[in-house]
């Protein structure tokens, strides 16, 4: 099975890009999952591989949940400290790790993770996670993925990402090659074996400025990976998005989904 090499400060320079240019999860999708799951007020939640700590907040924010967001990274939880602030909720911040899911993080109704299930050892985590979540509790992945762009800013993107970034493209490429298993087939082969999928549409109007600070929050095109390139990288992806774009604006329609996976 390939795993991900483990890079604690992979994401050191992304996370105000994360917070200011990602398109956050939908408060329904949010409900709709804490829902399903049977999340109620108090419940204990773990964010992991939480960044700036978005999803974990918005559980507390929307459904009381008591949050623990846990990240290898000190500039995201500082970001999910400032955040949590300004939301007027309280989480419990936690420097760490998949591999450092131990008892003493206590019992769980749920684990969620945006977007980072694929940089971990995947059946050890699931394994730790069998451990620490409650019967009638859930692992949730969160996804999102984008239907349409128009223009298609993701195709320049990875073109100047193979130029710009090519260790970090290669990394990328691994996860859509045959080699990589995809999440729901880790899950069936774990514990958390009874999968449903939630999934929220919606289009969105955006501009060269979003993809820009989008763009750097990816790993593989983030300020730490482009190094000395990144202004040579930003010029040539201002020029070929006003090619295609000559009005600055792009429209995308996103869904974002919560896959959620029960003991069967």
């Known amino acids: 099975m390939t795993t991900m090499p483990f890079e604690a400060r992979r994401f050191q320079s992304t996370a105000a890009y994360y917070l200011r240019y990602r398109i956050p999860?939908?408060?329904?999708?949010?409900?709709?999952?804490?829902?399903?799951?049977?999340?109620?007020?108090?419940?204990?939640?773990?964010?992991?591989?939480?960044?700036?700590?978005?999803?974990?907040?918005?559980?507390?924010?929307?459904?009381?949940?008591?949050?623990?967001?846990?990240?290898?990274?000190?500039?995201?939880?500082?970001?999910?400290q400032a955040d949590a602030k300004a939301a007027g909720v309280g989480i419990t911040l936690r420097q760490g790790s998949s591999y450092d899911l131990g008892a003493d993080i206590g019992r769980l109704h749920l684990c969620i993770m945006g977007r980072s299930f694929h940089w971990m050892d995947r059946p050890a985590t699931l394994a730790a996670l069998d451990r620490l979540i409650e019967p009638g509790g859930a692992v949730v992945l969160f996804h999102d993925k984008t239907i349409l762009a128009t223009p298609d800013w993701r195709g320049i993107v990875e073109k100047l990402a193979e130029t710009f970034s090519p260790e970090r493209h290669e990394q990328q490429q691994l996860r859509r090659s045959k080699a990589w298993a995809p999440h729901e087939a880790m899950l069936l082969a774990s514990p958390f074996c009874n999968l449903e999928r939630i999934g929220i549409v919606r289009e969105y109007q955006r501009d060269i400025e979003d993809i820009v600070g989008r763009t750097f929050s990816m790993s593989s095109t983030s300020p730490q990976a482009l190094g000395d390139k990144r202004a040579d990288f930003e010029a040539a992806l201002r020029a070929e998005l006003l090619e295609v774009a000559p009005d600055g604006k792009i429209t995308e329609i996103v869904e974002a989904n919560g896959l959620l996976a029960f003991r069967d």
Do not use: H, N, W
């Open 25 to 80: 999860y939908p408060d329904s999708l949010i409900t709709r999952v804490a829902e399903r799951s049977g999340l109620k007020a108090g419940d204990p939640v773990l964010d992991l591989g939480c960044g700036p700590g978005q999803l974990g907040i918005a559980f507390a924010r929307l459904q009381g949940a008591t949050v623990t967001a846990m990240d290898p990274e000190p500039e995201m939880l500082a970001a999910a």
